[in-house]
């Protein structure tokens, strides 16, 4: 049996592989199609009708501009751009006082990552400076356009690029929907996590809902690095910018759900306090459990109407999700969960921000939520 399962593991891996990869490739036709389309079409822009030799810079900053990064591309249209002129500018001046060779390559290359690093922090802008001005010290000028033409093919690659991305846009809300429905499960399973460490008294399952809800951090960031983006598309495509108003929406949503992520690792970290302790009784015990099942259904409701571009935050959908919160938000009394212990306390006490942050993920006004809350 151990030979089999031996034998079977390295097939099985390849298959989930392939099946990745045809998902991604299946996923990337159109973005493929669009930077194949640019990069062609800058080279023969650049050659034939500027006349320059052989103008890969065209091509090549058209791929990075649009690439499949989820930052700004307008941002990156510029750190090409920017990079490859002061780029050349540095390398022309470095060369004229120090003259070509590997040891003045170096001393160029060294100089213009250091002049990048002090002018601005993109990647981009740093590679496309250091590049440049290597490229002018170990490389004659070309013989069409002067040394800046590379500078002018980087500019027809990235106006090609931006031609794209403002007439032919990804819908600015998918990705960031797509983000915010994993966030939200993550968070669900984090709550049921949470009810089944109260219900098994297992403080490891709740320390294990903490490093999950610690986990999802770099999730948040991703997201927010793609809405800088959805914003850029929203602002000036002419195509979805009657969606400016959702992406707003979504980027609003963001922040409530970072901070009940938040507080549920103040929340699982207590917990697991509370249960190595023995601090809630039975009683106790049986009713943040059950509410913790209940927020984690909520959740999984509110992940479901936030991915669905055609539900909209006054929906009958996003009220039910609010309904569902608000129901488990007036539970959140330590007396009447039986709750008597100042540690019990404390863990009833952590989850009502939790809630209050659910409740204006889901559109609730923060008064109001916070007005849902029993009196303490």
Same mark, same amino acid.
Request: glycine share 8%; hydrophobic share 50%; net charge positive.
């Given at each position: 049996?151990a030979?089999?399962?031996?034998?079977?593991?390295?097939?099985r891996?390849?298959?989930?592989?392939?099946?990745l990869?045809?998902?991604?490739?299946?996923?990337?036709?159109?973005?493929a199609?669009?930077?194949?389309?640019?990069?062609?079409?800058a080279?023969?822009?650049?050659?034939?009708v500027?006349?320059?030799?052989?103008?890969?810079?065209?091509?090549?900053?058209?791929l990075?501009?649009?690439?499949?990064?989820?930052?700004?591309?307008?941002?990156?249209?510029?750190?090409?751009?920017?990079?490859?002129?002061?780029?050349?500018?540095?390398?022309?001046?470095?060369?004229?006082?120090?003259?070509?060779?590997?040891?003045q390559?170096?001393?160029?290359?060294?100089c213009?990552?250091?002049?990048?690093?002090?002018?601005?922090?993109?990647?981009?802008?740093?590679?496309?400076?250091?590049?440049?001005?290597?490229?002018?010290?170990?490389?004659?000028a070309?013989?069409?356009?002067?040394?800046f033409?590379?500078?002018?093919?980087?500019?027809?690659?990235?106006?090609?690029?931006?031609?794209?991305?403002?007439?032919?846009?990804?819908?600015?809300?998918?990705?960031?929907?797509?983000?915010?429905?994993?966030?939200?499960?993550v968070?669900?399973?984090?709550?049921?996590?949470?009810?089944?460490?109260?219900?098994?008294?297992?403080?490891t399952?709740?320390?294990?809902?903490?490093?999950?809800?610690?986990?999802?951090?770099?999730?948040?960031?991703?997201?927010?690095s793609?809405l800088?983006?959805?914003?850029?598309?929203?602002?000036l495509?002419?195509?979805?910018?009657r !969606?400016? =108003?959702?992406v /707003?929406?979504?980027?609003?949503?963001? @922040?409530? &759900?970072?901070?009940? +992520? *938040?507080?549920?690792r %103040?929340?699982?970290?207590?917990?697991?306090?509370?249960?190595?302790?023995?601090?809630?009784?039975d009683?106790?015990?049986a009713?943040?459990?059950?509410?913790?099942?209940?927020?984690?259904?909520?959740?999984?409701?509110?992940?479901?109407?936030?991915?669905?571009?055609?539900?909209?935050?006054?929906?009958?959908?996003?009220?039910?999700?609010?309904?569902?919160?608000?129901?488990?938000?007036?539970?959140? !009394?330590? =007396?009447?969960? /039986?709750?008597?212990?100042?540690?019990? @306390?404390? &863990?009833?006490?952590? +989850? *009502?921000?939790?809630? %209050?942050?659910l409740?204006?993920?889901?559109?609730?006004?923060?008064?109001?939520?916070?007005?849902?809350?029993?009196?303490?």
């Amino acid at each position: 049996m151990a030979r089999i399962s031996g034998a079977t593991a390295p097939a099985r891996f390849i298959t989930t592989r392939a099946r990745l990869g045809l998902r991604r490739s299946a996923m990337s036709v159109v973005p493929a199609i669009q930077m194949t389309v640019c990069a062609v079409g800058a080279y023969f822009v650049a050659e034939h009708v500027l006349g320059h030799v052989g103008p890969l810079f065209a091509a090549t900053s058209a791929l990075i501009a649009l690439g499949f990064s989820r930052e700004p591309r307008l941002r990156r249209v510029l750190e090409v751009g920017l990079g490859c002129t002061l780029g050349i500018a540095v390398g022309d001046l470095l060369l004229h006082w120090l003259g070509s060779g590997i040891w003045q390559a170096a001393v160029v290359v060294f100089c213009s990552i250091m002049l990048a690093r002090f002018l601005d922090s993109g990647v981009i802008f740093t590679t496309q400076l250091a590049l440049q001005s290597l490229l002018v010290v170990l490389l004659p000028a070309p013989a069409a356009g002067g040394p800046f033409g590379r500078s002018l093919d980087a500019v027809v690659g990235g106006c090609f690029a931006l031609a794209v991305t403002f007439l032919v846009p990804r819908d600015p809300r998918r990705e960031p929907q797509s983000d915010l429905r994993k966030l939200l499960q993550v968070l669900a399973t984090v709550l049921r996590e949470c009810a089944s460490a109260l219900s098994y008294s297992d403080a490891t399952v709740a320390w294990h809902a903490l490093v999950r809800a610690r986990g999802a951090q770099p999730l948040v960031d991703q997201m927010r690095s793609t809405l800088r983006g959805s914003t850029e598309i929203a602002n000036l495509s002419p195509v979805y910018r009657r !969606h400016r =108003s959702e992406v /707003g929406t979504l980027a609003d949503t963001l @922040e409530a &759900v970072d901070l009940a +992520l *938040r507080s549920s690792r %103040v929340f699982a970290r207590r917990l697991t306090s509370a249960i190595n302790n023995s601090a809630l009784s039975d009683a106790g015990t049986a009713a943040i459990s059950e509410v913790l099942g209940e927020a984690a259904d909520a959740v999984e409701q509110l992940a479901a109407v936030v991915s669905d571009p055609r539900v909209g935050p006054g929906s009958v959908h996003f009220l039910a999700v609010r309904r569902a919160l608000a129901a488990v938000a007036i539970q959140l !009394h330590p =007396s009447s969960m /039986g709750i008597v212990r100042t540690e019990g @306390e404390t &863990v009833v006490m952590l +989850l *009502r921000p939790l809630l %209050v942050d659910l409740m204006e993920a889901a559109g609730t006004d923060p008064a109001e939520a916070r007005a849902l809350l029993p009196t303490v």
